[in-house]
T-cell receptor
Framework: EAGVTQFPSHSVIEKGQTVTLRCDPI?????LYWYRRVMGKEIKFLLH????????ESGMPNNRFLAERTGGTYSTLKVQPAELEDSGVYFC?????????????FGPGTRLTVT | AQSVTQLDSQVPVFEEAPVELRCNYS??????LFWYVQYPNQGLQLLLK??????LVESINGFEAEFNKSQTSFHLRKPSVHISDTAEYFC????????????FGKGTMLLVSP
């Protein structure tokens, strides 16, 4: 069974540009989470989808970040325009719906560098 | 609100020595507790978790962690480490609800040398 995949693995962009990160969850996982780790700090929650609906987006830093989950399958996270402080590793995780504290399976992350 | 503290950013240890990675948490409600591990160039993997019941939980590769409610701790231990245990270890908590958003500590890099 394929795990959570993320694309690209690395992205280097200039300040002011746009970047779109993609996450493909494990098939059948209705929960999808985005997290971010800024260098030297903890991994922080960004938002949570249940199928195609945003369940919780309290961790989104500002309105330069837009997340979508088309048809409840893969998800994209767009940063527009990117700022220097957006640099970090963006993780995606997925889990089954309906199970208390269902294990979250993480992807390898996308390392974003804004110069 | 919940928070997790991992005081040690790096723990160097020799192969076959015991190790303890410390984790303390703060929460106004009961929590579930987790340890995740990230090997180089890989995603986070669940190492072990405490949801309820026995306060001592074990992983398949020899790690164990003990939930101590009075000390609000969930330290990770292994009696004898291997080179292959070199990785970054993250302690995390979640509220005991159906939507288990994780709150992580800053991580501890375990460096095992021969």
């Amino acid at each position: 069974e394929a795990g959570v995949t993320q694309f690209p693995s690395h992205s280097v962009i200039e300040k002011g540009q746009t970047v779109t990160l993609r996450c493909d969850p494990i098939s059948g996982h209705d929960n999808l989470y985005w997290y971010r780790r800024v260098m030297g700090k903890e991994i922080k929650f960004l938002l949570h989808f249940v199928k195609e609906s945003k369940q919780d987006e309290s961790g989104m830093p500002n309105n330069r970040f837009l997340a979508e989950r088309t048809g409840g399958t893969y998800s994209t996270l767009k940063v527009q325009p990117a700022e220097l402080e957006d640099s970090g590793v963006y993780f995606c995780a997925s889990s089954l719906l309906g199970q208390v504290s269902s294990e979250q399976y993480f992807g390898p992350g996308t390392r974003l560098t804004v110069t | 609100a919940q928070s997790v503290t991992q005081l040690d950013s790096q723990v160097p240890v020799f192969e076959e020595a015991p190790v303890e990675l410390r984790c303390n948490y703060s929460s106004s409600v009961s929590v579930y507790l987790f340890w995740y591990v990230q090997y180089p160039n890989q995603g986070l993997q669940l190492l072990l978790k405490y949801l309820s019941g026995s306060t001592l939980v074990e992983s398949i590769n020899g790690f164990e962690a003990e939930f101590n409610k009075s000390q609000t701790s969930f330290h990770l231990r292994k009696p004898s480490v291997h080179i292959s245990d070199t990785a970054e270890y993250f302690c995390a908590v979640s509220a005991p609800s159906g939507y288990s958003t994780l709150t992580f500590g800053k991580g501890t890099m375990l460096l095992v040398s021969p």
